[in-house]
């Protein structure tokens, strides 16, 4: 049962009885378990989000490591460097779904952590690379390594409910932007301090610098990420161990319209394929997505582009990702605490639409900056409401994870366009107008989303009027077989 919806009723109840033990009790044990849920929510809060955001932190290094020297001292062409870019990219597409279905078969902890791992120790490895061919090579295998981290959006929607997760995955995926601060900071200090210290250029350096403790947090992360909560509801770990826990976490699980002990199923892979609003989810994943891959990507190289020195570049990159991290969690804050989302994207569109139409106008430093700022708060925010909307979308453990694969592919595709698209400085209007365009795209799959699924709950509250007036209830979904076909099942607007 939902005890916060249903509270106000047993609370009324109790008011209208005082003489009843039973009636007054009610509410002091619903008290509890709020309590008992909120420390609930603080362990999930403490332990999964910091080890999930810290094995994605690892993300916008290269872009970094090409102003200190790494396309000039491998002697790459611009055709070269992107194409290293590229297949990043590829790895990601082969992967994914196997990634989305590994949670059934695999520890979480084990997959996430030997992710980080392989990721970490890879990074490393490019420190050692002398030529174009071994630059490709590792660069193909991290992109086969960083897709395991992605899935954390679809084991977060495991464990917390819909008005939950979007503020969540905001705290896991704000990594993203603070990495690319950080990794500002630490290529200025590592092309200042480090530049041929020990023989080594400073882009080497970079990778050895960030590559190193992010094998130590997979070694942390291995052992100590919780498993699938109903795994967790029936066996307890050394996080939650007490029973009152536990069927709480299992209670939680099935509120969130997820199912128990969730098997591959071939035919929703199917379903997932013919429904429509898995290829909407797509082009509106991709659309935000590309703002931050390929702007992300090129952040760097065409604010260098604006006048700055090398060194000077690092440090003004840190604008953009920080006005990310900061805009992130506040705009999914908002749209948890109001329970919609295609409102809070729409205003995303128009924060990046906003940046790129100064990036395209204007050639005042101040403004283009503050257009990467526009563009980066919107992209960032974006494509994380536009992913917790695939998963409150989809019931289906495997036709989720279709969903999400399907996402990830279009993803993937539009980053590979746009590592060809920022090859016009110095003002790169090729680039952002076609980013514009795509976020455009994406807004109006937004919207036509947004019908059909209002249609669809229209239709459930439709027929539930229909069993109730010819003396009926619309029949009742088994707790572990949630379908969203069911007239109990609303979509989220």
């Known amino acids: 049962m939902d005890y916060e919806k249903a509270s106000p009723e047993l609370r009324e109840n109790a008011e209208k009885s005082h003489n009843s033990v039973d009636e007054v009790e009610v509410p002091e044990s619903l008290a509890i378990k709020r309590k008992l849920e909120r420390r609930l929510v603080w362990k999930q809060d403490l332990t999964m989000l910091p080890l999930l955001a810290m094995c994605f932190f690892f993300s916008y290094v290269i872009g970094n490591a090409r102003i200190l020297g790494l396309q000039k001292d491998l002697n790459l062409s611009a055709d070269k460097y992107y194409n290293a870019l590229l297949v990043f990219f590829i790895g990601y597409m082969i992967i994914e779904l196997p990634c989305c279905l590994g949670l059934i078969y695999i520890k979480p902890g084990h997959q996430f952590g030997l992710a980080t791992i392989a990721f970490g120790l890879l990074a490393t490895c490019i420190a050692a690379t002398h030529d174009y061919g071994s630059l490709i090579a590792i660069r193909f295998l991290l992109g086969l390594s960083e897709a395991f981290v992605q899935v954390g959006f679809v084991y977060l929607s495991l464990w917390y409910r819909h008005d939950e997760i979007a503020l969540r995955c905001a705290l896991f995926y704000v990594s993203g932007p603070l990495a690319g601060a950080a990794s500002g900071l630490i290529a200025y200090g590592v092309g200042h301090n480090l530049q041929d210290a020990q023989g080594i250029a400073a882009w080497r350096w970079l990778f050895i610098v960030e590559g190193v403790p992010t094998m130590a947090w997979g070694i942390l992360t291995f052992f100590a990420l919780p498993g699938r909560p109903e795994v967790v509801a029936e066996k307890g770990t050394w996080l939650f161990s ?40 797509a082009l509106i994943v991709a659309g935000f997505g590309l703002g931050v891959a390929a702007f992300g990507l090129f952040m760097p190289t065409f604010i260098k582009e604006f006048g700055f020195s090398p060194l000077h570049t ?34 995303c569109y128009v924060l990046c639409a906003a940046g790129f139409i100064l990036l395209l106008i204007t050639t005042n430093k101040a403004a283009r900056i503050a257009g990467t700022c526009f563009v980066s708060a919107g992209s960032y925010s974006g494509v994380i409401l536009a992913a917790t909307w695939v998963m409150s979308t989809h019931s289906d453990y495997t036709k989720r994870s279709t969903a999400w694969a399907m996402c990830q592919l279009f993803l993937q595709c539009w980053s590979i366009l746009g590592t060809k698209i920022y090859d016009k400085p110095p003002r790169f209007f090729k680039g952002h107008g076609i980013l514009l365009g795509l976020q455009t795209v994406a807004a109006a799959c937004v919207v036509f989303k947004w019908w059909l699924m209002r249609s669809a709950n229209k239709r459930k509250d439709a027929m539930k009027e229909e069993f109730a007036a010819n003396g009926g209830s619309a029949p009742r979904a088994m707790e572990e077989e949630i379908d969203e076909t069911h007239p109990d099942f609303r979509y989220l607007l």
């Open 242 to 281: 007490k029973q009152a826990e536990r069927e709480l976490i299992r209670e939680r699980t099935l509120s969130a319209k997820n199912s128990l002990h969730s098997t591959f199923n071939r035919r929703q892979v199917l379903v997932a394929l013919g429904d429509a609003k898995s290829w909407l989810d």
């Open 314 to 347: 690092q440090l003004f990159t840190i604008i953009p990702y920080a006005t990310a991290a900061l805009a992130l969690p506040m705009i999914c804050a908002c749209a948890d605490r109001f329970v919609m989302r295609a409102v809070p994207l729409i205003f």
